[in-house]
């Protein structure tokens, strides 16, 4: 009888753990199932899972992060904080939101986006550019929402002069014909803490340039950001 009683538990036991592994399979996998695959038309979507905290950057910590064994989380940890991102392991992309099907791509350099880059960013002057832990501060971003892309944006930290540079930025505004007309950040939360800030903003057609140059100190480095995304009043997002 005992003999009997352990092989009905050992067999529901099998049971239960078969079923919790069959489900961490499936919830590992729903949200890829719900994209066939990225922007650009590829199939090679992958379950990458995030890991928050504060990493050191290095040469192991970009290796790993390019062979899609993890995807940096940031250090601020919520209750419902996603487990994975859908990222497509030919091109890069990565699925920021499931529900809108809002994708974005980073990259270090500006030939390689099958979608090529709106030429104001890609040719975007780059200058006194900062390396840390042997990691260029540069990338270029493009963002997919809705079958186009809305957006893309250019990235780094500079040693130069925020004069200097305002001057040098400016000109290459007004070379690709942007009419930049400077607005005032200094209300925006997101650069409360910056000891300097500017920033322009142009409209061309559908689209939103802006250009925004900020550091914390004196001593700190410019973090520049330009941008274009599509302006809401024409082009429904």
């Not at 487990?83 to 091109?91: A, E, H, M, W």
């Not at 061309?204 to 009043?233: A, G």
Request: glycine fraction near 4%; charged fraction near 25%; charge should be neutral.
């Amino acid at each position: 009888m005992k003999t009997k009683t352990k092989k009905i538990t050992l067999f529901f036991s099998i049971a239960f753990l078969s079923l919790v592994v069959i489900g961490i399979i499936i919830f590992s996998q729903s949200e890829e199932m719900k994209f066939k695959s990225c922007p650009y038309g590829h199939f090679s979507l992958k379950n990458v899972p995030i890991e928050y905290g504060y990493i050191i950057p290095g040469p192991n910590y970009s290796k790993a992060i390019d062979n899609y064994e993890f995807y940096p989380g940031g250090c601020e940890i919520f209750p419902d904080a996603p487990k994975y991102k859908i990222i497509c392991t030919k091109c890069g992309y990565v699925l920021e939101n499931n529900t809108t099907n809002f994708w974005i791509l980073t990259k270090k350099e500006n030939k390689s986006f099958e979608i090529p880059l709106n030429k104001i960013i890609s040719n975007f002057p780059v200058k006194n550019l900062i390396m840390m832990y042997d990691e260029t501060s540069l990338f270029y971003k493009q963002e997919y929402k809705g079958g186009e892309i809305v957006g893309e944006a250019i990235n780094y930290d500079s040693r130069s002069e925020l004069e200097e540079f305002d001057k040098i930025l400016i000109d290459y505004a007004n070379s690709c014909s942007l009419k930049l007309n400077e607005i005032d950040l200094s209300n925006d939360m997101h650069y409360e803490n910056c000891k300097h800030i500017k920033a322009y903003k142009s409209i061309v057609e559908n689209r939103i340039f802006e250009l925004i140059m900020h550091s914390t100190n004196d001593y700190d480095p410019i973090r520049v950001s330009f941008s274009w995304s599509l302006n809401h009043k024409y082009s429904a997002i």
